[in-house]
């Protein structure tokens, strides 16, 4: 497969290799935060909202939290740090707690949705998601709980992310004392500025510089097949570039486990990372290899600035992602922001090199906002129980969602029964507010028509991922039709369920 450098004329044969350049070589320097420490502390003192921008991996995530525990910031209260994903939360949390030679759960814990480990008087420091922090106010509107909140990977603008920081917004002006940290890698701090801080006398920007390891990226002609062209491009890195490892970009959990098992059948040591994976199978794609070996890391856009993998020299990267569109999840182009994140995990500890799997076109320049084209139904719902009664007149973060989604979220949670005629939050409809579950999945276990055992059931298995491997063999396709219910997908989870309990 032939990749050329941005710029140039398409070559007939591959890229030419720099042999002068460094193959690998670990560093040794401390992290770039480290020298922007007593400006951040001096900012916090200062100013209510502070705007921290810093490439991945200059340590903002894991250091920050420290310096605020270290300066006293978590004497009364505590401080929490939202992450978008909850993988980050967890392994970041584990890493903190390592660093400072304490228990996780005990002075440094997490909390996500269905699992938490913190102490409820010891832990001072918490990691945790939008989502999380976002629901915590139903029952603390102005998070009384914390000194400082730290929201980091704004730049991703995810939904729980954009409505944290509105709320954050109008708890400031109730907690004066309370401070706001924004962190990100790519964000536009001005933008951040002039919506948290309008007059522009409480807030300010400490930019943190990256480390400045060069990346060499060449494109080639987007194949017709991905997942055979990732491979052959990783098992060609594998057999012929220089020591380190491999970062691969996929668009899902079931190409990432196709490329995953044909590398693993030609001899490379490959691991999946994507959301719906269990932890402990996390936590092996982010641990160091076994010795001697290349580790292959496969890997959704989690891997671009959420969690860091230590050891990565190279990228390859498909140049697709998922979004969602309204009611469907749409696999996409990425855009240049993602690619130049993406790119730059090859460069956080030596030079490195990003294959890119599409030819040097033009890409949009970022994401648009996720509550832009998000179904917006369980946000609405959530914001009525925080006591948002003119969802139309609420001061979300520009660009604000479209008016006609608005208008469909509510008829559809008046369909519910969420909420009356004159669009007030019904008692159903707060009790709907306080189940983690989609408004509709809530709807249904609250109205179980005498089968409250097989509606959780039903919950509990749309939560997770498909019980079945993905595989299209014969063999597969006659497994799963043992399960199939009629009357449609819901039916044949319980099936599944059923036989298992029984067995």
């Known amino acids: 497969m032939a990749f050329w450098k941005p710029g140039a004329e398409r070559p007939a044969s591959a ?3 720099d042999a002068s350049a460094p193959v690998w070589l670990p560093s040794a320097a ?3 935060v480290q020298a922007a420490r007593t400006r951040i502390l001096y900012a916090l003192e200062q100013y209510a909202v502070v705007v921290l921008v810093g490439e991945t991996g200059s340590g903002k995530t894991t250091q920050v939290p420290q310096y605020l525990l270290e300066a006293g910031w978590a004497q009364e209260r505590q401080i929490v740090c939202a992450q978008p994903r909850r993988m980050a939360a967890t392994s970041v949390a584990a890493h ?10 005990e002075e440094v814990g997490y909390a996500i949705r269905f699992d938490e480990q913190v102490h409820p008087t010891r832990t001072r420091l918490r990691y945790t998601t939008p989502g999380m922090l976002f629901r915590e106010c139903m029952r603390d509107p102005l998070l009384h709980r914390y000194s400082v909140v730290m929201v980091d990977e704004a730049h991703e603008r995810g939904a729980y992310t954009d409505l944290l920081l509105a709320v954050l917004k109008k708890i400031r002006r109730r907690r004066p004392a309370l401070r706001i940290i924004v962190a990100s890698a790519t964000l536009e701090a001005d933008s951040v500025l002039r919506y948290l801080d309008p007059g ?4 300010t920007v400490v930019a943190i510089q990256g480390r400045a390891y060069p990346v060499e990226v060449a494109h080639t002609t987007a194949p017709h097949d991905v ?3 990732c491979v052959r491009t990783v098992v060609t890195l594998h057999e012929t570039a220089p020591p380190g490892d491999v970062l691969v970009f996929m668009s899902g959990q079931d190409k990432i486990e196709r490329v995953v098992q044909a590398l693993a059948d030609r001899g490379v040591y490959a691991v999946p990372l994507y959301a719906a994976l269990p932890p402990e199978e996390q936590r092996v794609a982010l641990r160091p290899g076994p010795p001697g070996k290349r580790k292959v890391v496969v890997s959704t856009n989690v891997a671009e600035t959420s969690v860091t ?3 990565v020299r190279y990228v390859v990267d498909t140049g697709y992602t998922k979004m969602r569109y309204r009611h469907t999840l749409a696999e996409v182009r990425l855009s240049a922001a993602s690619a130049a994140q993406r790119a730059g995990r090859a460069g956080r500890t030596a030079p490195g090199q990003c ?9 949009r320049a970022s994401d648009p906002p996720e509550l832009v084209q998000c179904d917006l139904t369980m946000y609405i719902l959530q914001l009525k129980a925080l006591g948002v009664d003119q969802i139309a007149r609420f001061d979300f973060m520009p660009p604000a969602p479209p008016a006609a989604h608005v208008a469909d979220a509510l008829a559809h949670l008046e369909s519910l029964r969420a909420l009356d005629e004159e669009g007030r939050l019904t008692l159903l409809g707060e009790r709907m507010a306080e189940a983690p579950l989609s408004p509709m999945m809530a709807r249904a276990i609250l109205h179980d028509a005498s089968c409250a055992d097989e509606m959780l059931t039903i919950a509990a298995m749309t939560s997770v991922g498909s019980p079945f491997d993905g595989s299209e063999s014969v063999a597969a396709q006659i497994e799963r039709r043992k399960f199939v219910a009629e009357e449609g997908d819901h039916l044949t989870l319980l ?3 059923a036989c298992r309990t029984r067995h």
């Open 15 to 17: 890229l030419d290799r």
């Open 30 to 32: 401390p992290l770039p």
């Open 309 to 311: 993998i230590d050891g």
């Open 227 to 229: 997942v055979a062209a």
């Open 200 to 203: 522009g006398a409480a807030s």
């Open 96 to 105: 903190v707690a390592q660093e400072r030679q304490v228990r996780l759960g």
């Open 355 to 363: 294959l890119r799997l599409y030819d040097d076109e033009a890409l």
């Open 495 to 497: 099936n599944v369920t």
